[in-house]
């Protein structure tokens, strides 16, 4: 029986509460809760009740990461999108890079979800699609996250297993196949420069699911991890933007 890790100090799930809008946080492949708090406490001042899940395997060790399949990622996400509908009158999800591909998961799996933004989401990863066919027993070791704001740090692990790339690659052909499904609004949030996911990844999505609402904001300061980087009060002020006119 896997026994599970000790959670690193400042990955923690977060949770602010607050008024009856409520917004649920995802963070990416690798990161963890502390790289989308700064949005979710700004979010939070802004009136908003604000949840921020931790993914399984996400900010304990690379072993446990190693552990885990997309599969489990997906019921981690919807487990906390139901539990904040319990309390919240609408809820908006957004997701960074994996966690936004899970975020169009969860709302191609829900049709009450009231609004989705995608930062830097992925759905297609080339230059990845190596690992596949490498031995998912070794890792693979991290270079620093890709964020412009050099003052700012991310939690996160300097090595990775390669099984948890191979599961990423598994969900993002998934969750390709589901877009179709996703009729909910839709914003999304592009850095013009990103190290990690190609930028057409946005328009691909956006392209493909079939809502009536979708619009998209450029990141022109920002990197990959765009909620750590210098957009993000502006990433904030978009989020505020897009609920407000749907409220």
């Excluded at 009231?114 to 693979?140: C, F, T």
């Amino acid at each position: 029986m896997l026994v599970a890790e000790k959670v690193i100090k400042g990955a923690e799930p977060f949770y602010y509460q607050s008024g009856s809008i409520g917004i649920l946080l995802c963070h990416g492949f690798i990161g963890t809760p502390q790289s989308v708090q700064y949005i979710g406490r700004s979010l939070n001042y802004a009136g908003y009740t604000v949840s921020g899940l931790r993914l399984d395997g996400h900010g304990t060790t690379p072993q446990e990461l190693a552990e885990q399949t997309y599969e489990q990622w997906m019921r981690n996400i919807e487990a906390a999108y139901c539990q904040l509908k319990e309390t919240c009158q609408k809820v908006f999800i957004v997701g960074q890079s994996m966690g936004g591909t899970l975020t169009l998961h969860t709302a191609s799996m829900f049709d009450d979800v009231d609004g989705i933004v995608l930062i830097n989401p992925a759905i297609d990863i080339p230059d990845m699609q190596h690992y596949r066919w490498e031995d998912k027993q070794s890792y693979i070791q991290e270079s620093a996250p890709d964020i412009k704001f050099v003052q700012e740090e991310e939690i996160t692990y300097t090595e990775t297993p390669v099984n948890g790339y191979v599961q990423l690659l598994d969900l993002l052909d998934v969750v390709r196949e589901k877009l179709s499904q996703v009729t909910c609004p839709v914003l999304g949030l592009q850095s013009t420069v990103d190290h990690v996911v190609p930028i057409e990844n946005t328009d691909y999505i956006l392209k493909h699911v079939r809502s009536p609402i979708k619009e998209k904001r450029i990141l022109a300061n920002s990197y990959h991890v765009a909620s750590l980087d210098k957009d993000r009060d502006l990433i904030s002020r978009y989020i505020q933007d897009f609920i407000g006119k749907l409220s």
